[in-house]
């Protein structure tokens, strides 16, 4: 065989790999913020999409603004339960409740029970309240709230068990969808309820329990107080 019929027959063959890593002088993606303030218009869409989902929606300017509205929507005399947040904390809305007079709290009786002897009291008064108030881990512009828990504490009454449902939110929290709101509790807010955490109670804190709410399907149980401002975490 001539050397040109053995150079018709041969093939060659070439292995190339795709790297996407980005190099080390390629221009850096937009970063995003899980701390600040979103701007007004997707503050209003989330809004919108939550009210579309059965959640009645107020925007407020700031956490005295929705210190002064959850007084109003909470009626004198009321079972309320305050699920653990630093929104509360910081606004004064927990003290307002737990140290208060207007209202029947929930926590404090809780925190003076035996864990062992009263368990089944407990899981009663922190899962059917008659009001629940506190915070959410984020809210997306397609209209879900997203709640991580630790304890789990929260939960029942929040997905269903107390007769309304009454939450603060900062403008940071506000999301484009489910996907991002997942990476905003991963990425941010548990390293920092760990910190928190830590502090409190010796060890971190820990995504055990998630709960994603897509609609409310009873009319007026839950408010969404979505604030202009940046609150907690």
């Known amino acids: 065989m001539t050397d040109q019929a053995t150079a018709d027959r041969e093939r060659v063959y070439e292995l190339r790999h795709l790297d996407t890593t980005p190099s080390a002088d390629a221009a850096p993606g937009p970063a995003v913020s899980f701390a600040e303030a979103v701007p007004a218009e997707r503050l209003e869409a989330a809004a919108a999409a939550l009210t579309a989902h059965g959640f009645a929606v107020e925007i ?3 956490a005295a603004a929705a210190r002064r509205r959850v007084q109003d929507l909470l009626p004198a005399g009321a ?5 653990a947040s630093e929104t509360l904390r910081l606004s004064g809305i927990d003290a307002d ?4 007079t207007r ?3 929930a926590k404090p009786r809780v925190l003076a029970m035996d864990r062992g002897t009263a368990a089944d009291e407990i899981r009663r008064l922190i899962s059917v309240p008659d009001v629940v108030v506190g915070s ?3 809210v997306t512009e397609t209209g879900s709230i997203v709640v991580a828990s630790g304890s789990g504490s929260q939960v029942p009454a929040y997905a269903g068990g107390a007769g309304r449902a ?3 939110v900062g403008a940071q929290k506000v999301v484009p969808d489910l996907a ?3 990476r905003r509790i991963e990425e941010h807010a548990l390293p920092l309820e760990s910190v928190r955490a830590r502090a409190a109670y010796g060890r971190p804190s820990a995504v055990n329990s998630l ?3 897509n609609a409310e399907q009873r009319p007026g149980r839950a408010t969404v107080l979505l604030l202009r401002e940046a609150v907690g975490y």
């Open 60 to 62: 407020l300017d700031d």
């Open 79 to 83: 079972t309320v339960f305050t699920s």
């Open 97 to 100: 409740i737990n140290a208060g």
């Open 103 to 105: 209202y029947v709290p």
């Open 136 to 138: 959410v881990a984020a």
């Open 166 to 168: 009454v939450w603060v």
């Open 180 to 182: 991002t709101a997942l």
């Open 211 to 213: 709960l994603v709410l």
